[in-house]
T-cell receptor, first 111, second 114 residues
Framework: GENVEQHPSTLSVQEGDSAVIKCTYS??????FPWYKQELGKRPQLIID?????GEKKDQRIAVTLNKTAKHFSLHITETQPEDSAVYFC??????????FGTGTRLTIIP | EPEVTQTPSHQVTQMGQEVILRCVPI?????FYWYRQILGQKVEFLVS????????KSEIFDDQFSVERPDGSNFTLKIRSTKLEDSAMYFC????????????FGQGTRLTVV
């Protein structure tokens, strides 16, 4: 089955700087890669996703890149703000099948 | 904006008791899921449900677990005889349709088994 690894587990970034979180996946059949933001005690919220037919997607300060050959994808947050502090999870799936989540990255933005 | 809703938000139960966690997926969504998250850990897949039947289940989803869609709106997870290790946050999620794979999560039910 699919296995998703995520690094780093914790990340502290000065406000205004960029943050990068990386994930690798094992199943080459996976074709959908979402990123979720989870604040303490709350639901995972989808912030951006990418499908295997594109290499990069951007939404304002958030971007995701995908390298299918290497089987890794990354989340980039630019101009970080205090409200970006949360736990971020990457995930992978094939079609509408189950999401396999990474272990999470606790991002702390230092004011 | 439509949301997946779950009830109750918090459930405390004694070991060995049955619990039913309830979810109302977003209407017109076709795929339904249950995930769980033990405190401080990653989200883990339990079961997926499509066209009124289980499409996939994980090794966690043993004979103590069952799911039902009793009517056109509710989607329930039943744990027959709860164990201490069932304590976790349980999330329901739904996806719109084939080819649209975004999964939207409910706010979760925190299950505490004592």
């Amino acid at each position: 089955g699919e296995n998703v690894e995520q690094h780093p587990s914790t990340l502290s970034v000065q406000e205004g700087d960029s943050a990068v979180i990386k994930c690798t996946y094992s199943d080459s059949a996976s074709n959908y890669f979402p990123w979720y933001k989870q604040e303490l005690g709350k639901r995972p919220q989808l912030i951006i996703d990418i499908r295997s037919n594109v290499g990069e997607k951007k939404d304002q300060r958030i971007a995701v890149t995908l390298n299918k050959t290497a089987k890794h994808f990354s989340l980039h947050i630019t101009e970080t703000q205090p409200e970006d502090s949360a736990v971020y999870f990457c995930a992978a799936s094939f079609g509408n099948e189950k999401l396999t989540f990474g272990t999470g990255t606790r991002l702390t933005i230092i004011p | 904006e439509p949301e997946v809703t779950q009830t109750p938000s918090h459930q405390v139960t004694q070991m060995g008791q049955e619990v039913i966690l309830r979810c109302v997926p977003i209407s017109n969504h076709l795929y339904f899921y249950w995930y769980r998250q033990i405190l401080g850990q990653k989200v883990e897949f339990l079961v997926s449900f499509y066209n009124n039947e289980i499409s996939e289940k994980s090794e966690i989803f043993d004979d103590q677990f069952s799911v039902e869609r009793p009517d056109g709106s509710n989607f329930t997870l039943k744990i027959r005889s709860t164990k201490l290790e069932d304590s976790a946050m349980y999330f329901c999620a739904s996806s719109p349709s084939e080819g649209r794979t975004e999964a939207f999560f409910g706010q979760g039910t925190r299950l505490t088994v004592v």
